[in-house]
Nanobody, 122 residues
Framework: QVYLRESGGGLVQAGGSLSLSCTAS??????????VGWFRQAAGKEREFVAR????????YYADYVKGRFTLSRDNAASTVYLQMDSLIPEDPAVYYC?????????????WGQGTQVIVSS
């Protein structure tokens, strides 16, 4: 079983950048092929899909509202997936979660962790 934990959230000005990390424990990325998705949930709203990176680290998929601003990468040796968020806008603040996902969809496969909070100041 792979357990994922988010980190890296914080306060950033609109137009700024922030990098989130999703680190695996238990079975590592080297021993367990896993696609990882990022999701977010703003206050009073439902959780929504943000982006996915497949186990090969090459195939990625982004929601339209973050395409061109957010970039996924992964370091399988470190069992970590990174979400680089640039040009942050007032619609981006939320609790961000990572989860195992189906490699061909946006469906989360595991229980949710605590997430990491992103706050964007104007």
């Amino acid at each position: 079983q792979v357990y994922l934990r988010e980190s890296g959230g914080g306060l950033v000005q609109a137009g700024g950048s922030l990098s989130l990390s999703c680190t695996a424990s238990g079975r590592t990325f080297k021993s367990y092929s896993v696609s990882v998705g990022w999701f977010r949930q703003a206050a009073g709203k439902e959780r929504e899909f943000v982006a996915r990176i497949n186990a090969d680290g090459i195939r990625t998929y982004y929601a339209d509202y973050v395409k061109g601003r957010f970039t996924l990468s992964r370091d399988n040796a470190a069992s970590t997936v990174y979400l680089q968020m640039d040009s942050l806008i007032p619609e981006d603040p939320a609790v961000y979660y990572c989860n195992r996902v189906d490699p061909s969809s946006t469906r989360a496969l595991a229980d949710w962790g605590q997430g990491t909070q992103v706050i964007v100041s104007s």
